[in-house]
């Protein structure tokens, strides 16, 4: 069911056209870049209720940033494949025998390979801003969370993809829902600070465990505990692999 | 699961597809023998890319079934997918990668071998002529050499069905001759089955063993292209007239012999059959009516005049009075 090749062949394909489109990576990266070097450095000082003394807001800052970076990434992921039905290739990938499990397989490797690299590459200039360099382990086990949460936000475009065809509609539909998931995550501030009834939606937003695993492993310090974390983002990244593999053999992909 | 006793390449029975309200392809049967190059010719908009897609396994017919290469395509659409070509009536490179990438990524989405690849590529690369271009990226390519890319990515797996939808469209007069060289080639030396969709009568003439007219989604005809032709039973006679065309129109509707006529602004094309004996008669016909006739011109009919005598309109008027109606925009929705 599963053809290494055609995962290996979609995911090369993605790094090819990463490593040519030098803009992409700049753009992409720019967003988190300056949240991180405005908000973390001008809220550097302050004193966040929620917070243990020993952690500055910078050090908590930051794992929700790499939460961010790989949010809007991957959900932006999405759009390749809008783009690729635009320029008629999707047609060409959809009318090949490689099964649609495999192609959607590919899909995501090859955007959370991206998500990672940007992900890594905010967690470097973290670095030279002042964040604690973490251990290599830390460093390696946080790519696996890494991967859980790029699986899961890729999805969603995935998914929105195979039903939408322009460019507009897609940017507009992912906003909306990639900022609630963003701000309510717990990226900028601890969760426990909103009121219970918001609360509720932090605990419904996949990336409220992700960046609390990130913070865990790289800080040293979570909400709730980096087992239930990882646990929560795996079995909802497999439903939503499982999710994106049906609407891509369901939908006409014209 | 492979149908036995089945020596067509497709067979297709009752294949429907409904946009909404719409009914873009109608009831439509028909089969293309192994090895035969078949031809849908049509107006834009009649329904040829639509049979297309839903044949390449992209569009999910309404109603009706098709078996290609043996296989059911309600029930196995990756087997089908495994034995078919397709080129596509719009481009469908990318490019951001080169012609060679291009190729390789296709390759290996059918599971290809790496040394198989790599002679595979060499070999397609040849046939259209792109081996010194192979490395450059398929942005700085000319919409010909797009197209012959996209050609040799559809040979590349050896597809034993070809679907080609308007592989010349836009192209120039002498790419569009190398093109139709390439398919017939291929057709013949690889007994590849090849159903092709074009507006361009002379495309079909010049390449299709047999032809379906098709408008409005429904076939109107099937004949080999010397069938349609003779369907005319007759020769063409362009009668050019300064004055009146309308009362000898109407004069020569009147003989029996005359089997077809189209009126055009200053000209009158005739299809009569026994030209020898009938000619003089227009000449009197006109005179007794006191016209004069400036010109007059014999030849053979072709698919165009067949088209004409069958639809009752030119493939490229049909295309005009089209414009402003509702169809036309969803046609056009449903094509993009």
Not at chain 1, 237 to 250: D, N, P, R, T
Request: aromatic residues 10%; hydrophobic residues 45%.
């Amino acid at each position: 069911m599963i053809q290494r090749k055609v995962v290996y062949v979609l995911w090369r394909r993605e790094m090819i056209k990463y490593f040519r489109a030098r803009s992409r990576v700049v753009g992409a990266i720019a967003m988190p870049a300056f949240l991180l070097i405005f908000q973390g450095m001008g809220f550097r000082r302050a004193e966040f209720p929620g917070l243990p003394e020993s952690i500055g807001y910078f050090q908590y800052l930051v794992p929700g940033i790499i939460g961010m970076t790989l949010l809007f990434t991957a959900a932006y992921a999405g759009m390749s494949v809008i783009m690729d039905k635009q320029f008629g290739f999707l047609k060409e990938v959809m009318v090949t025998p490689a099964s649609r499990i495999s192609i959607v397989l590919g899909m995501i490797s090859g955007s959370a390979t991206v998500s990672i690299i940007q992900a890594l590459i905010i967690l470097m200039m973290s670095v030279l801003l002042g964040f604690r360099l973490p251990f290599i382990s830390a460093i390696l086990s946080s790519v696996v969370i890494m991967v859980l949460i790029s699986m899961t936000f890729i999805n969603i475009g995935l998914i929105l993809s195979s039903v939408l065809k322009d460019f507009h509609g897609f940017s507009t539909i992912i906003n909306f829902i990639a900022f609630p998931l963003f701000l309510l995550s717990g990226a900028l501030f601890p969760v426990s600070n909103l009121p219970a009834p918001i609360r509720v939606l932090s605990y419904l937003d996949p990336l409220t465990y992700g960046v609390d695993a990130l913070r865990g492993v790289l800080i040293g310090y979570c909400e709730f505990s980096i087992v239930q974390d990882v646990f929560i983002l795996s079995i909802l990244s497999v439903l939503m692999v499982c999710a994106s593999g049906y609407f891509f053999k369901k939908a006409e992909m014209l | 699961m492979k149908v036995l006793f089945n020596m067509s390449a497709i067979t297709i029975k009752g294949l429907t597809k409904k946009f909404g309200e719409f009914t873009a392809v109608d009831d439509v049967s028909f089969s293309v023998e192994s090895g035969e190059l078949f031809g849908l010719l049509g107006p834009n908009g009649a329904g040829k890319s639509t049979i297309i897609n839903m044949l390449t396994t992209l569009l999910i017919p309404t109603a009706g079934d098709a078996y290609i290469a043996g296989y059911d395509l309600r029930k196995h659409p990756e087997k089908v997918r495994n034995n078919i070509g397709v080129i596509f009536q719009d481009p469908s490179l990318d490019i951001g990668l080169t012609g060679r990438e291009n190729l390789d990524f296709h390759a290996m989405m059918y599971n290809i071998n790496s040394d198989e690849r790599k002679k595979r590529i060499r070999e397609v690369l040849d046939i259209v002529g792109l081996a010194d271009k192979a490395d450059i990226l398929v942005e700085n390519y000319s919409g010909g050499m797009k197209r012959r890319l996209e050609i040799a990515r559809g040979l590349i797996h050896y597809p034993k069905v070809l679907f080609l939808d308007e592989p010349t469209l836009g192209l120039d007069a002498q790419t569009r001759r190398t093109i139709w060289d390439y398919i017939r080639d291929l057709n013949r030396n690889y007994g590849t089955s090849v159903i092709l969709t074009t507006h361009y009568m002379e495309e079909a003439d010049y390449l299709c063993d047999r032809i379906a007219i098709i408008d409005h989604g429904k076939i109107i005809v099937l004949d080999t292209p010397f069938g349609l032709k003779n369907r005319l039973q007759g020769d063409r006679v362009s009668v050019t007239i300064e004055e009146d065309i309308g009362l000898i129109a109407g004069a020569l509707r009147e003989k029996e012999w005359v089997r077809d006529i189209v009126q055009n602004d200053r000209m009158l094309d005739v299809v009569i059959s026994d030209h020898e004996t009938n000619i003089p008669d227009i000449f009197q016909t006109a005179s007794k009516l006191g016209i004069g006739i400036s010109s007059i011109k014999i030849s053979k009919p072709s698919l165009e005049d067949v088209f004409i005598h069958l639809t009752g309109s030119t493939i490229r008027e049909q295309e005009g009075s089209r414009k402003t109606a509702k169809q036309d925009r969803m046609r056009r929705r449903m094509l993009r």
